[in-house]
């Protein structure tokens, strides 16, 4: 009977051994398939068949290591982003000024001179504009006065919404209020600690005397402690992809924040941004 036990112990522990092997070997080589997607793999392939084979145990644990890592790095990626409700968000400042016809509108003649351009058409006064401003610390465009009425008229109805900023760890997201000719930027963090109070990081400005003459002179003035020129161009441009009325997808996620705040996904604007090439 003794025998009889050391013969099944003796089994059952060549059973277990052999299912802890194939288990290690599984393990393994899925480990394997994951870093043969890497695109550094080819590089790395000899050294990486050595360590599995004469120490299996540590290559998979340096993989899950690194699994570990990448987790961690997608967590801080999308983390700066309050997702509970978008609807405390709509209208962060409150009444505005500045609406259309407002007194309080910024006029173009405060800071160019009118009478140099008199005389010019609106491919002259586009180069002149930029001119004006290539040796200054802000962003500046021309928009033809069609594009901008398009635009104007959406920012009636879309007055506030989201953009995402990439930054070397991920994306920062950024709110944007419309009101009359000029849009008002704020980190959504910043927002959400200062709420109405929230110091603003761009502030752009549309000034419409020229759009009889067929454009519309645009000029953003930035806070360098939050953003540099091309991250503030970024966000222009972003909102001219959105507000031009031409994208569905982009329509929709518009539609969303404004009239089903509580069902906005703010992760469906990251993944039109990695859609496409700001330029």
């Not at 080819?42 to 145990?57: F, G, M």
């Not at 140099?116 to 504009?129: C, G, M, N």
């Not at 991920?170 to 980190?187: K, M, N």
């Amino acid at each position: 009977m003794a025998v009889c036990l050391r013969q099944i112990r003796g089994f059952l522990l060549q059973k277990n051994t052999a299912r802890s092997i194939m288990t290690s070997s599984s393990k393994s080589q899925k480990a394997l398939e994951k870093l043969q997607k890497n695109p550094y793999f080819d590089k790395y392939a000899e050294r990486i068949a050595v360590l599995q084979k004469t120490s299996p145990e540590e290559f998979l644990r340096r993989v899950e290591e690194q699994e570990k890592k990448k987790e961690e790095l997608a967590k801080k990626k999308f983390a700066p982003v309050d997702t509970r409700k978008f609807s405390s968000v709509l209208n962060p400042k409150g009444e505005l000024k500045g609406e259309v016809g407002s007194d309080d509108e910024k006029k173009l003649e405060d800071i160019f001179k009118l009478e140099l351009v008199k005389d010019k058409d609106a491919e002259e006064i586009r180069t002149i504009w930029e001119e004006y401003h290539k040796d200054k610390e802000m962003i500046s465009a021309s928009i033809p006065t069609p594009l901008y009425l398009t635009l104007l008229e959406r920012t009636k109805e879309f007055p506030t919404f989201l953009f995402p900023l990439p930054r070397d760890q991920g994306y920062e997201f950024i709110l944007c209020q419309c009101s009359g000719h000029t849009l008002h930027f704020t980190p959504l963090l910043a927002y959400q600690v200062h709420k109405e109070n929230a110091p603003e990081c761009l502030t752009v400005v549309h000034y419409t005397e020229l759009k009889d003459r067929g454009l519309v002179l645009m000029r953003g003035e930035y806070d360098k402690n939050v953003l540099n020129g091309r991250e503030a161009q970024c966000l222009v441009n972003e909102f001219q992809l959105y507000y031009n009325g031409k994208d569905e997808e982009k329509n929709k996620l518009l539609e969303s924040f404004t009239k089903s705040p509580d069902s906005f996904k703010h992760m469906d604007l990251i993944k039109q941004l990695e859609n496409i090439k700001l330029t």
